[in-house]
């Protein structure tokens, strides 16, 4: 397995080079057209749906998905082993981590301690690699979010989950490893209590929290990295160090799905909670008006941006960077999605359309794993799973 190359400096320096060109052609194209519905080259295949039952406990509700995933989780926990001991050969990084990680973080707020616990009785995976997925996971996501509003009122949201940067290089066939190992454990999952849909969302098998969801018919949001040098380390040091007062990132977006009712009751506690890592928080509702990007700083929220279609602001995008700044040169996400965004133009904003933009090069990369599109008013849900054959760029 060491055939493949995973020295990320290497790696770094050689994806550096080619993305000082990511501004040009071949990473670049002209916005796509007619991609939906999904199929050809760069569409990888459907995401299977499953029900977790919320009316179970929390230590039983993981266990028919796990059961069928454990073979694919395992896969994707030897090669981020592999990784982590090529930095440090001692293998005592992952000793730390299986023996010791759960005790230094002590509880973790309920449910999610007995989900994780669940989850590492069925794929027998060592506890300390469950909580370390759902704590590092958060790191290492690069993803572009949109709300759009049609001149009816009527809102989409559309959102590339992009994930596993800088954790390894397939020299095979040029791709992220973490990333493909991930495509099969994508799963939509329809939270239910009582037989009832209480939310749904994407996610990959072995992970609580969630970063891309809906309430049919109130809300939807999704969750983007932040990049900050008051960034998630420190909030996981003060963690551990025993100050419990913030909510980790993933936690919290699925709190909110699970239990908030209404678009501001979810702004007001997405604004406010003091939260372990800087983040974007992506939240749409049911009416016009109803969109925005919330940046956050780990303890108070920086700026709120919101849709004002009255003003011409038909549109909120978000990538990896405050709105205020430049995007890092060699990742301008941004600048393409909004270009493509103002072609369409309200009159012609539809799931086809804004699957066309989140299938345009460098908006949809080597690190997308996944597309979905969400309709809170109609109750739609769709994700697909994604490729970006060559040439494409690494992010
Ligand atoms: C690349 O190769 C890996 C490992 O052999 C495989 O899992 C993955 O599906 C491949 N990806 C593509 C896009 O061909
Ligand atoms: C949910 O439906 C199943 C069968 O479809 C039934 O056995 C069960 O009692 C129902 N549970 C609740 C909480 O209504
Ligand atoms: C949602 O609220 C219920 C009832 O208060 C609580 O038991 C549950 O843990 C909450 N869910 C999350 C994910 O916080
Ligand atoms: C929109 O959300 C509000 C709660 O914020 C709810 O009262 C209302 O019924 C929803 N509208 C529709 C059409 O579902
Ligand atoms: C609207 O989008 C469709 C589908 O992509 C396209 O065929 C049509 O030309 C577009 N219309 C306008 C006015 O841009």
């Known amino acids: 397995r060491m055939g493949r190359s995973r020295l990320p400096l290497v790696l770094l320096a050689a994806a550096v080079a080619c993305a000082v060109a990511q501004h040009a052609p071949p990473w ?3 916005c796509r057209k007619s991609t939906y519905p999904p199929s050809g080259p760069t569409y990888r295949g459907p995401v299977p749906w499953y029900t977790i039952n919320l009316d179970l406990p929390p230590y039983k509700r993981w266990h028919q998905l796990m059961a069928d995933k454990a073979a694919e989780l395992k896969v994707l926990m030897n090669s981020m082993k592999n990784m982590v001991n090529a930095f440090v050969p001692s293998g005592k990084v992952m000793q730390i981590v299986d023996q010791k990680l759960p005790g230094l973080l002590g509880n973790l707020p309920g449910p999610f301690e007995e989900e994780m616990k669940g989850i590492a009785a069925v794929t027998d995976i060592p506890l300390g690699e469950i909580i370390s997925f759902n704590i590092f996971y958060e790191f290492f996501t690069m993803c572009t979010s949109i709300i759009t509003e049609d001149k009816e009122g009527h809102l989409l949201h559309g959102r590339n989950m992009d994930f596993g940067v800088f954790l390894g290089w397939n020299t095979n066939n040029n791709t992220w490893v973490v990333t493909e190992e991930l495509k099969p454990l994508t799963v939509n999952l329809d939270f239910q209590r009582n037989n009832k849909t209480v939310f749904k969302a994407s996610s990959f098998a072995g992970y609580v929290g969630m ?6 018919g109130l809300f939807s949001l999704t969750l983007n990295e932040r990049f900050s040098i008051n960034g998630g380390y420190l909030g996981v040091l003060e963690w551990i160090m025993g100050k419990k007062d913030a909510m980790w990132i993933g936690f919290i977006t699925r709190s909110v ?5 209404s ?9 406010k909670t003091k939260i372990l890592a800087p983040a974007y928080f992506i939240l749409g509702g049911n009416q016009s008006g109803e969109g925005c990007v919330i940046t956050r700083d780990r303890k108070e929220s920086l700026d709120v941006y919101e849709l004002d279609p009255k003003q011409g602001r038909w549109y909120v995008v978000e990538t990896n960077y405050d ?14 999605a909004k270009m493509c965004l103002n072609r369409i133009t309200p009159e012609n904003i539809s799931f086809a359309t804004l699957y066309d933009v989140l299938s345009t090069k460098p908006v949809l990369n080597k690190l997308t794993a996944f597309t979905t599109l969400i309709d809170v008013v109609k109750g739609q849900y769709e994700a697909y799973l994604r490729d970006c054959p060559d040439p494409c760029i690494g992010w």
């Open 263 to 271: 678009y501001e009751e979810a702004k007001n506690t997405l604004t």
């Open 323 to 336: 709105r205020w700044k430049h995007p890092f040169f060699l990742d301008n996400r941004r600048a393409p």
């Open 257 to 261: 799905l699970e239990n908030s009712t």
């Open 211 to 216: 970063l891309t969801g809906f309430k049919p």
């Open 28 to 30: 670049t194209e002209d």
